[in-house]
């Protein structure tokens, strides 16, 4: 019986094995036989020269988010509680975002929102701000919810985004240069009224 246990096992591990083995692509690079070179994902034919088994490794995107951005999103992540409260909830996202602070947003509108929110705090008020599990923020106090972000290790200011170099300013054209103009001539006394 044990032994049944342990063949199936091996099956088992064997055709993870395989499928891992398969979910790598690979590409053939190879020359035909009218000399191009060929990029393929089949297996090229019989009288391909210089083949090569090229393997893919998964693709990365890269944030363009400081290092100490993303460790501290990924210690304390931020969690906005809010809705449609006016002032207060504005000015609250608006500092996350000044901040470049990478944020959830909760509208407490809703109920899965405001059981959240009531789970959280024990209360109904937004805004609220939560940064990791345990640094809460009820009510919005620009100064408290800058001490709980800085405390959390996001950076004090954005960083700086990327724009296109810089141009040199295009040349206006030379206006043609003119002669100053004479002098008006001086109107006679008494001459200066309409008739």
Known sequence: MASNYWAWALGVLGCFSAALAYSQAQVYRYVDPDGRIIYSDHAPPANAKNVE???LRQNLIETDAPVSTRMAQERFPVTFYTFACGDLCQRGESLLNRRGVPFTTVDVSKEAGADR????TGEMQA?????GDKLIAKGFNEAVWQGLLTEAGYPQTPPPRRSQPARPPAEAPKAAVQPPAPPPTPAAPGSGYPK
């Open 53 to 55: 088994i090229k393997k």
């Open 117 to 120: 929110l009531k789970r959280l």
């Open 127 to 131: 805004p609220v701000l939560q940064v």
